[in-house]
């Protein structure tokens, strides 16, 4: 069924792809080491909070579910774009999938307009700066 | 440590990276304030699992916070999200 003309092709293929799944599940390894260091560091301060330590299995264990919770969440997201036929995910997405609580759903509201306020003032603040310089090089006589 | 759990929070490059991990096609992108926002669920997530497993081990008038106690909560979490 191979050709000759794709052998080539195809023995570099199979050099490529173990490598190529290798660094898959090496990057997967970064991230969950990466939600590992965060939820540890969060649970310690909640922990502390109380006077009350989370042990490393309880840690590992909410890191774990914290992991797995992103693959529904992910999938969600994308599932919600393609829906409005977009190919990026958008605020108004991960407020669908906040859909389910309602102080959840209140929260995240909060969140997203803290979030499109900051970023009118950065546009604000650009603004001025430009303004500024523009009237500065005016002066300059 | 003493930072409050409010400062601490997940990295908007590693949020970005896992969610992209997971999606089905290769095309599908996310947004810097999707990003933004992500994390924040995260955050929440994460502190609603301790918390609640606090909770459940007081209740249970335990000093040690044990893997029972987050087992028990574990339902309900996922449920609420």
Known sequence: MLSTTSCLANVNCREKMPTAMDEEERKLQRLKAAVHYTVGRLCQSIGEDHQKEFSRQVIAAIAETTFRQCDIFA???EAFARHAKRSTVSVEDVKLTARRSTALSNFIQRKSEEIAS???EQRDTRKKIAGKRKNKDTEMV | MAESS?????KNETVSKLLSSFFKEEKTKVGADAVI???EMLHVFVQ???QRTIKQAEAE???RLDIEH???ILPQLLLDF
């Open chain 1, 75 to 77: 999938k969600d997201l």
């Open chain 1, 118 to 120: 900051a970023n009118q």
């Open chain 2, 6 to 10: 409010a400062e601490i929070t997940f």
């Open chain 2, 37 to 39: 926002l992500m994390a």
């Open chain 2, 48 to 50: 609603e699992a301790a």
């Open chain 2, 61 to 63: 008038d335990c000093d």
């Open chain 2, 70 to 72: 987050f087992e028990k």
